[in-house]
Structure formats: structure tokens, C-alpha cells
């Protein structure tokens, strides 16, 4: 009889609290999703001026619970009744965890200070300060200006970069059900994995019950509506709030955001400064091809060991200038790894061959046949330098008028019918005539009277009976 009576007292407390909360009004809607440990996801709309004890009035009657049995999970904390949603950094679509309250033993040496404490973003002063300068402040003007700000990559929708929300989930299951025991102090607990541990309250973890549970820290765009939990960004981590008021290295302007540079002595730079930089040594091809960390740069003061390892970080870019990053950075992989890339205009295809491989054809490209020494069409025979000289390179990057070396081949009056005799034409292989086909069969004979070679169009070599069986006629 008694279990009768309280199972009717707990259904009419679930009525009462949902009749006294449809009494509410929103004067400013929030569309959020609040996920269950049981794989559930609810969408409501929240006023931002109410506090976590409203969301739990409706929350828990859906889950067949009370209040009292529910605790709500945001960015790796658990969040206290008083709380006000507007403190909690959400935004649009935004994902909440609501679970049920389970009795768990403390891990010896650590307190649960998790209850009442607010999300990362609130509590996290700032990654670039010591423990020192957090203790300095004092007031909330500083507090303010001080507070942490990532800035990340945002591939979509935004394609630039966009200050960041760092969010967690259990590095097991991939939830964001996960409270963590400590924040993180350092970018090395961001960035590293396994350096602190939780608690996942994912009912079908896998790894709930073997050792001990790591945190994986992740970041959002906060510019757009949240994407869900597989919404990412890469983060800056090199752009920091300038804090400290440092001035720019090349213009001494005190600017904010700033770029901190990889070296022992940290040296700073404003974001259009750094663009300047990679733009000029991208014009002059001065990138560094590193095995490990790809096509980067280092400090401009010459700083040892100080190559940017993130290279997301170039997309500060434009549009155009990353894409030609793009294409310099794969080209010098070819380079490095022993390819060519091939000297048709228009073309460049990179091509990998053996390194005693003489005759490269651009295979999935423009079809060129050449020479690998001297990177005209092939030929038999030694190579011949061109009498122009104009195979020498260009003058160093010290000229203030920085020209792309490859746009410069194609810009000079003269060379006007050089480039088109090379488009439109093959050399004989013998005595490398131009000889330009105008229709028929692949057979080609040289012009030149005392030459008369006979060759194949197509494999630029003598002509032979596998030509004249294979391709004749193309």
C-alpha cells in the first residue's frame, strides 16, 4: 500500500511541476538538444534568464524521473541548479546531457568540486596566463578582458577563422556525458591526449569499467548553430588575445588578436603582418618542405627550431594565395621524393619514376613525352642547352618587387611564340627540329634535309612496327 501512495505522490509531482512550468513565458527563445544517457535526444526551447533548475522541471518528467534525480552535463561540467543558462555559453543547437544521478565512490585525493562549477569557457580564465597573473585579477573588468579566447579553422560553414568554444566527451565513447576532475591548465592538456581523467556517464561506454577514463577536448565555431557533436574545428592555437599588450615584430603596432610564433622567444606578430610574410616568401617559393610537418615557415627572426607544425594556419591566406600553397607544397613533395613535374605549359603534373627513367611520359595529364635532363621533348642523344639562357634561375628575394617564378616564364614579350611553338609542336628526337602535325597518321619524318629521321608522334621515339601496330592512326 505504501509503495502504491508514493509511486501516486511522485506522479503528481511530476504534474504539478510541468502544469507550474507551462506557465512560463519565453521571451527569448534558445533551441537546444538535451541528450539522455540512454541515447534519447530531446529538443526544447530555454530562456536564456532561466536557470538549470528549469530545464530539470522539464527534462524529468520525459525521463520518468523527479528533479531531484537528474543532473544536467555542458562542456565537460556538471551544472548546478542555480546557474543561469545565459552564463553557460550555449548557443543555437547546442547539446545538453541530462542523466540520472548514480552513486559513485570519490577517487582517493580528488573532491567533487564538479558540483556548481560552471562550463570550461567560464571557468578557464585564459591558456596564456600563469597561475600568477590568474590570482592578479581581481576585478571583472579584467577578468574580462583576460578571458580565454580560442580562435580556430572553420572549414563550413564560415571558411575562415573564427573565435572557438573548447568542448569535451569521453575519448571512449565520443559522448559529451563526461565531467572531468580538473581543467585544464596548459595547452599540452588540450592538445595531448590522456592527460586528464573523468567520469563518462554513458550508460553503453565501453570503457566504462577498465581503469581509469580520459578526457578528448575539441573545438566549435562560435559563429554558427551548433552541428552536433561531430562538429569541429582545427584550432589556432598559435593565435592568442594579446594580453600581454606585446607589439608586432615587424610593425611594433600593438594589435589583438596576435600570432605567437613556435620559437624560445615567442616572438609576436599582428595577423596582417603574418600574412605579408607568408605571402611574400610564398611569391618567391621560400616555404620550408618539411617531412614531418609539411610546407610551413619558420620565425622571421630567424629563430632556430620555430616551424609552424599547424599548418591550418595559413589559411589566413586568401583564397587564391592558399590554393597556390596548396599546389607549391605538393610540388615540392614531388621534388623531394624524386619525381619531376612536367614542363608542358599549362600542365605540371607531378610524376614519380625510377630514378634512372630518362623518358617520362605525363601519364593522367596532358600525354607530354620528355626528357627528364632538360625537361624538353625527348630526344636520343646528349641534351642541348638552350642558347637563350633562359633556364637560369631568377635573382634572389631581396628585391622588393617579388615575382612568381613560374607566372614570370610566361610574361615576357619575346617569349610569346617560344611558349606557343612548344604547345603546338615536337621536337624531332634526333635533331629536335619543332615539327607540328597537321592530321594524318603518327608517322612523322623530319624536315630538316640532313636529318630525315623517321619517329613516332606519339612515343617520340624511331619509328618502329609496335608503333605502326599500336597507334598509326592514334
Known amino acids: 500500500m505504501s509503495f502504491l501512495i508514493a509511486f501516486l505522490r511522485k506522479i503528481l509531482q511530476s504534474m504539478l511541476q510541468v502544469l507550474s512550468f507551462s506557465r512560463r513565458t519565453i521571451s527569448n527563445s534558445l533551441s537546444v538538444y538535451i541528450k539522455t544517457n540512454t541515447g534519447n535526444t530531446l529538443s526544447v526551447d530555454l530562456d536564456p534568464k532561466w536557470d538549470i533548475k ?3 522541471e522539464i527534462v524529468a518528467p520525459r525521463l520518468g524521473l523527479t528533479p531531484d534525480e537528474v543532473k544536467i552535463i555542458f562542456a565537460g561540467k556538471e551544472l548546478h541548479d542555480s546557474i543561469v543558462i545565459e552564463e553557460c555559453d550555449l548557443g543555437q543547437q547546442s547539446i545538453l546531457h541530462a542523466v540520472k544521478i548514480r552513486p559513485s565512490p570519490k577517487k582517493p585525493g580528488l573532491e567533487s568540486h564538479n558540483e556548481g562549477s560552471k562550463p570550461l569557457n567560464e571557468t578557464l580564465i585564459d591558456l596564456q596566463l600563469s597561475d600568477r597573473e590568474r590570482h592578479s585579477l581581481t576585478t571583472d573588468e579584467d577578468r574580462e578582458k583576460k578571458r580565454a579566447h580560442f580562435y580556430v579553422y572553420c572549414a563550413f560553414p564560415c571558411r575562415r577563422m573564427q573565435p572557438g568554444k573548447l568542448r569535451v566527451r569521453c575519448v571512449c565513447c565520443h559522448q559529451g556525458a563526461f565531467t572531468v576532475d580538473r581543467d585544464p591548465q596548459c595547452w ?3 592538445l595531448q591526449p590522456n592527460r586528464i581523467t573523468g567520469d563518462c556517464q554513458n550508460d553503453t ?10 578526457a578528448q577536448f575539441y573545438f566549435k565555431c562560435a559563429e554558427h548553430p551548433s552541428q552536433g557533436e ?8 598559435l593565435i592568442k588575445s594579446n594580453v600581454h599588450d606585446i607589439p608586432c615584430l615587424a610593425c611594433t603596432d600593438i594589435s589583438d588578436p596576435v600570432l605567437v610564433f613556435p620559437c624560445d622567444l615567442r616572438h609576436v606578430t599582428c595577423l596582417d603582418c603574418f600574412r605579408t610574410y607568408c605571402s611574400s616568401r610564398l611569391k618567391d617559393r621560400q616555404f620550408w618542405s618539411h617531412p614531418e610537418h609539411g610546407y ?3 620565425c622571421p627572426a630567424g629563430c632556430r627550431d620555430s616551424l609552424i607544425t599547424e599548418v591550418h594556419h595559413f589559411r589566413l591566406l586568401t583564397q587564391a594565395q592558399y590554393e597556390q600553397y596548396q599546389r607549391f607544397g605538393a610540388e615540392e613533395y614531388v621534388l623531394q621524393a624524386g619525381g619531376v613535374l612536367c614542363p608542358q605549359p599549362g600542365c605540371g603534373m607531378g610524376i614519380l619514376a625510377d630514378a634512372d627513367c630518362r623518358r617520362i611520359t605525363c601519364i593522367n595529364g596532358c600525354g607530354f613525352v620528355f626528357c627528364r635532363q632538360c625537361l624538353q621533348g625527348f630526344h636520343l642523344g646528349e641534351c642541348i642547352p638552350d642558347s637563350d639562357g633562359s633556364g637560369s634561375t631568377a635573382p634572389g628575394g631581396d628585391c622588393q618587387y617579388n615575382v612568381d617564378p613560374g607566372r614570370a616564364a610566361q610574361a615576357r614579350w619575346d617569349e610569346a611564340s617560344k611558349v606557343t611553338i612548344k604547345v603546338m609542336t615536337k621536337p624531332c628526337p634526333k635533331c629536335r627540329t619543332p615539327t607540328e602535325r597537321a592530321g594524318g597518321c603518327m608517322h612523322m619524318v623530319c624536315t630538316r634535309p640532313q636529318c630525315n629521321f623517321h619517329w613516332c608522334w606519339i612515343c617520340q621515339t624511331e619509328w618502329s612496327r609496335d608503333c605502326m601496330g599500336n597507334h598509326w592512326f592514334g
Do not use: I, S
Request: hydrophobic letters at 35%; aromatic letters at 12%.
Open 188 to 190: 599540452d592538456d588540450v
Open 54 to 56: 528549469n530545464v530539470k
Open 296 to 298: 610551413t615557415l619558420p
Open 230 to 237: 561531430e562538429d569541429q574545428a582545427v584550432p589556432l592555437y
Open 205 to 214: 561506454c565501453f570503457g566504462a569499467d577498465d581503469g581509469p577514463k580520459f
